[in-house]
Nanobody, 124 residues
Framework: QIQVVESGGGLVEPGGSLTLSCVAS????????MGWFRQAPGKEREFVAS????????FYGDSVKGRFTISRNNAESAAYLQMTDLKPEDTAVYYC?????????????????WGQGTQVTVSA
C-alpha cells in the first residue's frame, strides 16, 4: 500500500515559479512510480507529469512541456514538481499520485494512491 502527501501550493504571479513536494509512505513495494495530475474548476482531471523509478522514465502533459520538471529522490521517497513560467491557465488543484511498478504512466486509472491536493493559483 502507498500513501502520498503533497505540499507547496500557493499564489504566484504570471511568469513566476513554484515547486510542489510529495512524500510517499510505502509499505510493500520495492519500486513505484510517482506523478502529478491537476484539476481546474469545471474541468476534467489532467495529467501533468510522471516519473518512473529510474531517472530516464519521465512523461509530461503537452500543456506543461518545457515549463515543468518532475524529479525524484528515491532515498527520501519524495517527488517534486518544479513549475516555471506559470500562466493563469495553470491554476488548479494539484494532486500527487503513486502506483506500484517502475514504469511511468499517464492514465488516471493507473494510479491508486492520491494525495489530498494542493491549490496553485496563478494571478496578478
Amino acid at each position: 500500500q502507498i500513501q502520498v502527501v503533497e505540499s507547496g501550493g500557493g499564489l504566484v504571479e504570471p511568469g513566476g515559479s513554484l515547486t510542489l513536494s510529495c512524500v510517499a509512505s510505502v509499505q510493500r513495494y520495492t519500486t513505484y512510480t510517482m506523478g502529478w495530475f491537476r484539476q481546474a474548476p469545471g474541468k476534467e482531471r489532467e495529467f501533468v507529469a510522471s516519473h518512473g523509478w529510474n531517472a530516464g522514465a519521465v512523461f509530461y502533459g503537452d500543456s506543461v512541456k518545457g515549463r515543468f520538471t518532475i524529479s525524484r529522490n528515491n532515498a527520501e521517497s519524495a517527488a517534486y514538481l518544479q513549475m516555471t513560467d506559470l500562466k493563469p491557465e495553470d491554476t488548479a488543484v494539484y494532486y500527487c499520485v503513486a502506483a506500484a511498478g517502475s514504469w511511468a504512466r499517464r492514465g488516471v486509472s493507473e494510479y491508486d494512491a492520491w494525495g489530498q491536493g494542493t491549490q496553485v493559483t496563478v494571478s496578478a
